[in-house]
């Protein structure tokens, strides 16, 4: 089941990449504002059409594959096992599988050094997508979504779309204070 997410989110991303730079999680969004490399607005706008596209696809899900009539399942719902889980851990759980996606994504998408435009950033997610627990969400659109059309706003779904933001902001600091590559001369633009 995650190696079909992945490689469905792996597609959006592809898809998507000239009209967002390929970003349809806000947590990327998050990252991508407070590494500066896009505006407030950018953000704002980015994050109303991330979490409205993640409900109006949720919804669509939800009506075409007739759950509605269905008895009461968990569809797509971001839902732990308290009694296997302890609430630091799925949180724990959500910071860290968000942190490594985004520095994934700064990794591949944003270093200059980058092979943009290749194969390897889809795979690089998809790895990272496959290593975090399975019910890790890392998407706190998909996170909101799910919970909110099934009107199954479990007590913890909060998990869900705090963590993601969380690990974001850690990756924006883990990345620019220990990872970015130096300037290099030669991809300076003269001024």
Request: charge should be positive; aromatic fraction near 10%; charged fraction near 10%.
């Amino acid at each position: 089941s995650s190696g079909i997410n992945a490689e469905y989110g792996g597609a959006t991303i592809h898809i998507c990449r000239n009209s967002s730079g390929g970003h349809v999680n806000p947590s990327v969004t998050l990252a991508l504002f407070l590494d500066k490399r896009i505006s407030a607005l950018r953000c704002i706008t980015y994050l109303l059409s991330q979490f409205a596209g993640g409900i109006a696809g949720a919804a669509l899900i939800y009506v075409l594959c007739n759950y509605h009539n269905r008895p009461k399942t968990n569809f797509g719902v971001i839902a732990y096992d308290l009694d296997v889980y302890t609430y630091p851990q799925v949180f724990f759980n959500e910071v860290f599988g968000t942190m490594l996606l985004n520095l994934t994504v700064f990794a591949s998408f944003v270093e200059e050094t980058s092979d943009a435009g290749s194969y390897k950033q889809c795979l690089s997610i998809a790895i990272v997508c496959m290593i975090a627990n399975p019910m890790c969400c890392i998407n706190p659109a998909r996170g909101l979504a799910f919970n909110l059309i099934t009107l199954q706003m479990v007590h913890h779904a909060w998990v869900s779309i705090l963590g993601p933001f969380v690990g974001a902001a850690l990756a924006t600091l883990i990345y620019n204070f220990l990872l970015k590559s130096p300037p290099r001369p030669h991809l300076v633009k003269a001024k």
